[in-house]
């Protein structure tokens, strides 16, 4: 077979099979891959391209390659938001993180996602014995990394441990191949390039619970050590360094695990195997031409591409009218430039022409998309009056006698926002959304924007709470939210002990212990101890919960409530443009 490899490490894999492989690595940018394969005088039956996570390459004339195609979506819980469209432009789009890809609506979602995580690597085993550092931590530390800073000051205060930022990857993997515990946290509790870096090294990776996608990687207690929050993760970092022989049988079992199903090699043989029992899929023709441009559309909108001023609105004009090229060329229409504020509806001419045209015709009325791009450029501009139209026709399509009435933008957006969490439209990961200018499409934007117009009361901080229990990546919004319900006159001990919960997941340890045992209290006055019990052994079904409450208190946390000033911007409940930002990767890619 001939494969076309595009940014990928696979190239090697496929020629130990047999195959002949032209190893295309393009920079970043725009790629017209016809004319790259047509220059190269080569005619792929497989295409399989990689995400890079230094220089982003997206190729364009996808939609007219006649071969199968596959996209290795690695960042997916950073990209989200342009990769469910750009993966439409292949017939399988394999990923570490297929749990995002199945929690997508069904009309976000591609039809054959295949779990594939990074490749692990082929070093040498090193004893424990002979090796120099107890435990290493190695990461990029900054504002947008909360979590991982809170998790570098546990190490450090508990154990002396410095963390590491800006080390070469060769460098690094000296390091772990040098260490044998390597505390690891995901900033979007997914799997991570540190997980198969350190069992590549032999080392015994101590990993948060992040489900499926990590336990089909290695065994809990076996090759890897899954720990649920702070607590937990010292109690088992002591249990390991007092047992030296068990952390170097782990790390030798990962290490094996690895080299018997992780390497280079074992993914291409995945891509080969999957592709042969997968139905062709990819988006051709126009089909394809929107997955295109609604990709770039979305990563224009995160600021990660710029396109020629009227570009994108001219080419998502000559697509075929559907409902999400409709929503795009709307918030093409009602998007200002970044740094310009958006101007009333009726002095931006090409939105206001585009609602008149939807409410004349009632194209697409029973249209999620359609409706909230369309309501989203209103309530950005503060208009409530014509948001108010999409709501109601919304309803009126599904037959929703008397919706409740928007009563202010405010009002509206939390509306939408309850809306879209209960259509699954939660978040969209790694998205960079500015409430000044960006017209809303998940419940968490919609809650970013009724802050901007007086968010803050008890209503608004339930919405994102109970936004923030359904997804580990927003465990930072959640912490500040709880801070302050459990702080509101008669909130109940079940919220304070959430709070303390989500502290302890937080890293946040003696604040977390102080505040369960705050909850314990209450909840004993009340007589409701035997409830608190249960709600330790559901968290902490080992007894760690208990045993960390039991053992002598440390310091007293910095705070009664709440979270450290310095801790990122206005932390406590901050929900804003700049808390919510997607990071950059560490030096080498990884995040």
């Not at 996209?71 to 950073?78: E, F, M, V």
């Not at 350190?198 to 619970?209: K, M, N, R, Y």
């Amino acid at each position: 077979m001939r494969i076309a490899c595009v940014g990928t490490h696979l190239a090697a894999g496929f020629r130990h099979m047999g195959h002949e492989v032209l190893d295309l690595h393009p920079p970043g940018g725009m790629v017209d891959i016809t004319a790259l394969l047509d220059a190269r005088g080569f005619a792929p039956d497989l295409l399989v391209q990689q995400e890079t996570l230094g220089a982003r390459v997206i190729l364009a004339g996808l939609e007219t390659l006649r071969c199968r195609k596959a996209y290795w979506a690695i960042d997916s819980h950073l990209n989200m938001h342009w990769h469910r469209h750009y993966a439409r432009l292949f017939d399988v789009v394999f990923t570490p993180h297929l749990s995002l890809f199945r929690a997508l609506p069904p009309q976000w979602r591609h039809p054959r996602p295949v779990h594939l995580a990074m490749s692990g690597h082929d070093r040498p085993w090193q004893p424990h014995t002979q090796r120099g550092h107890d435990i290493s931590m190695v990461g990029v530390l900054d504002k947008y990394r909360p979590l991982r800073g809170w998790l570098a000051e546990l190490l450090r205060d508990r154990f002396g441990v410095q963390a590491r930022q800006g080390v070469p990857f060769a460098e690094m993997l000296r390091l772990y191949g040098d260490t044998r515990l390597i505390p690891n946290e995901s900033i979007g509790f997914e799997v991570n390039f540190r997980l198969t870096e350190g069992a590549s090294c032999g080392a015994c990776v101590l990993t948060p619970d992040v489900g499926p996608d990590q336990d089909a990687l290695f065994d809990d207690g076996r090759e890897m050590v899954v720990y649920a929050d702070g607590v937990d993760l010292l109690e088992k970092l002591r249990f390991l360094l007092r047992k030296p022989d068990v952390a170097e049988r782990i790390g030798r079992a990962a290490w094996e695990r690895v080299r018997a199903q992780h390497l280079p090699d074992h993914r291409a043989a995945t891509v080969l195997d999957s592709m042969d029992e997968a139905p062709d899929g990819a988006a051709t023709g126009a089909d394809g031409a929107e997955a295109l441009w609604l990709a770039l559309s979305h990563k224009q909108r995160g600021g990660m591409l710029e396109l020629p001023p009227g570009a994108l609105a001219a080419a998502l004009d000559a697509l075929p009218e559907t409902p999400a090229s409709l929503a795009a060329r709307l918030r093409a229409a009602a998007e200002p430039p970044k740094g310009q504020p958006p101007l009333p509806v009726r002095e931006t001419p090409a939105l206001a022409a585009r609602l008149d045209r939807l409410l004349a015709t009632g194209v697409h009325a029973g249209d999620v998309d359609v409706n909230v791009a369309a309501a989203g450029a209103a309530l950005v501009r503060g208009d409530l009056k014509a948001a108010k139209p999409f709501w109601y026709r919304l309803h009126q399509a599904r037959q929703v006698r008397e919706p409740e009435k928007p009563q202010s933008v405010y009002h509206a957006c939390l509306l939408w926002a309850e809306l879209l969490r209960r259509e699954g439209r939660d978040a969209q990961p790694g998205f960079t959304y500015d409430p000044q200018r960006h017209c809303p499409e998940a419940a968490f934007e919609m809650l970013v924007l009724a802050q901007r117009f007086g968010g803050g009361d008890l209503e608004w901080m339930r919405g994102v709470e109970r936004l923030t229990s359904r997804r580990k990546a927003l465990t930072f919004y959640r912490l500040g939210i709880l801070a302050r319900l459990a702080l509101e006159p008669g909130a109940p001990w079940r919220t304070q002990a959430e709070f303390g919960l989500t502290s302890l997941r937080a890293y946040r340890v003696e604040q977390g212990l102080h505040e369960l045992a705050e909850a314990g209290r209450r909840a004993t006055a009340d007589g409701q101890e035997r409830a608190f019990q249960r709600l330790l052994g559901g968290h902490g079904p080992g007894g760690h919960l208990r045993r960390g409450l039991d053992a002598p208190p440390a310091a007293a946390p910095p705070t009664a409530r709440g979270v450290e000033p310095d801790a990122g911007p206005d932390a406590e409940a901050d929900i804003s443009p700049d808390a919510a930002s997607a990071p950059t990767a560490d030096g080498d890619g990884r995040t």
